[in-house]
C-alpha cells in the first residue's frame, strides 16, 4: 500500500470504530468524511433530540465521544494525531503526524472501547475504592474536564434534583412524543434503544434512572443503589468546543470505568432542565458548568450484561472525499 492509502485506510478505520461511541438516545448525530490526509467530524442536526435538547448540549457531548473513539482507534495503531477544533464546520478535524509501533496501553484502550456500553442494572453492594475513583477522576482531568464526586450529603439533594427533572420532563408531551420516536422496540434501522436494554421495571434506587415512558425486557436486579458513586461532569463554559471536550472526557472516564468492571450509567435529564441544571451547579459548589450526571458502580456479575445497542450503517455515517 502506498503511504497516502495508508493513511486514509487508517482514519477510515478511526470513524468505523467511533460508531460504537455513546450517543443520546443512541442517534448517533454524527458525520465523517475521509480525506487522503485528514478526518473530519460533523453534526448532524436532523437526528437531534430538537425538543429534549435543543441547545446541542447533548448532541456535542455524543460527538465529543464519537472523536475520542477516533483518536483512541488511531494511538492504537500508533499514529500520532493532531485535533483542529475549529470555531465554525467541521467540529473538529484529525490530522496525521507520524507512525510508531503502538504503546501497549493504547491498544488496551481500543479493547475497553470494544467492552463499554450503558449499564442500566442496578449496581452490586461493593462501593468503588478510592484508587478506582481516583483513576476516574484523573482520566476525566487527562481530557481537560472535572468530575466532582457526590459525598453522601449531597446524595439526597441530587436525588431531588434528578426527580424534579424526570417530573419536567414527563410533563412534556412533545418530549414525549420525541423519546418514543427514539426508544423501544426492535430497532431495526440501527438507531435509538432497544427494548432489550431497557429494564423491565424501574430498579427502586434513591437516585432515579431516566424513564423512558415504557419498560423493556433487561432484567435490571433486585438490588439497590446504596453502593453506587454518583458524579458530576463539569468544566469551565458552555461554549460549543467545552461540550464536546466534555464528551471526550467523558468517554476517556468511561473507558477508565470499563478496564476496572465498574458500569457507568449518564444521567442526562437534570442537565437538559435549565432550573434543575442551575440546581447542580450549587452541587459543585458553584465551580464551573455541569455537563453530565453519572452513576458509576461495580457490576453484578450474576446478571446478564445488557445486548449491544444498534448502528447505523456505515455508509449512513462515513463519506469518502477525494481530496
Ligand atoms: C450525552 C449522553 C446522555 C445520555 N443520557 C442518558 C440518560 O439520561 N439515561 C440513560 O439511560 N442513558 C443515557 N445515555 C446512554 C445512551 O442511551 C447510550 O449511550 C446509547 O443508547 C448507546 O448505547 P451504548 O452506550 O450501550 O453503546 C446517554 C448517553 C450520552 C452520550
Known amino acids: 500500500m502506498t503511504v497516502d492509502a495508508d493513511r486514509r485506510q487508517a482514519l477510515r478505520e478511526a470513524a468505523e470504530a467511533a460508531r ?70 467541521p467540529l473538529a478535524v484529525l490530522h ?9 496501553a ?19 453492594e461493593t462501593r468503588l475504592g478510592t484508587p478506582v475513583l481516583d483513576a476516574l477522576v484523573a482520566a476525566t ?9 457526590i459525598g453522601h450529603d449531597q446524595v439526597i439533594d441530587l436525588a431531588v434534583i ?14 414525549q412524543q420525541e423519546t418514543a420516536a427514539w426508544v423501544g422496540g426492535e430497532r431495526s434501522d ?7 436494554n431497557l429494564p423491565a421495571g424501574l430498579p427502586l434506587t434513591t437516585v432515579a434512572e431516566r424513564d423512558f415512558g415504557r419498560t423493556g425486557t433487561l432484567a435490571a436486579g433486585e438490588g439497590h443503589d446504596t453502593a453506587a458513586t454518583y458524579a458530576v461532569l463539569y468544566g469551565t463554559g458552555d461554549e460549543r468546543h467545552e461540550w464536546l471536550q466534555a464528551g471526550e472526557a467523558l468517554n476517556a472516564l468511561w473507558l477508565t470505568a470499563t478496564e476496572h468492571n465498574a458500569g457507568l450509567l449518564p444521567i442526562s435529564g437534570p442537565i437538559e432542565v435549565p432550573y434543575t441544571r442551575h440546581e447542580l451547579r450549587r452541587i459543585i459548589g458553584d465551580l464551573g458548568a455541569p455537563y453530565l450526571v453519572v452513576r458509576l458502580g461495580l457490576l453484578d456479575s450474576a446478571s446478564a450484561k445488557p445486548a449491544k445497542t444498534p ?11 477525494s481530496s
Not at 49 to 62: E, F, N, R
Request: charged residues 30%.
Open 20 to 89: 460504537y461511541a455513546p450517543s443520546i438516545h443512541n442517534t448517533q448525530p454524527w458525520k465523517w468524511t475521509v480525506h487522503p490526509d485528514r478526518l473530519e467530524l460533523h453534526a448532524v442536526t436532523d437526528r437531534q433530540l430538537t425538543v429534549q435538547d435543543p441547545d446541542a448540549h447533548m448532541l456535542l457531548l455524543s460527538c465529543g465521544a464519537a472523536l475520542h473513539h477516533a483518536r483512541v482507534a488511531l494511538a492504537a495503531a500508533g499514529w500520532r494525531v493532531r485535533v483542529e477544533r475549529p470555531a465554525g464546520t
Open 96 to 104: 496525521l503526524d507520524e507512525q510508531a509501533a503502538p504503546e501497549p
Open 106 to 124: 493504547a491498544v488496551e484502550r481500543f479493547e475497553q472501547l470494544k467492552a463499554r456500553h450503558t449499564d442500566r442494572r442496578t449496581v452490586s
Open 141 to 149: 482531568e487527562s481530557e481537560g474536564a472535572r468530575l466532582h464526586l
Open 162 to 175: 434528578v426527580e424534579r427533572a424526570q417530573k419536567t420532563e414527563t410533563s412534556d408531551e412533545r418530549l
Open 190 to 196: 440501527g438507531t435509538g434503544i432497544p427494548d432489550a
Open 311 to 321: 448502528r447505523l450503517p456505515l455508509d449512513q455515517v462515513i463519506e469518502e472525499a
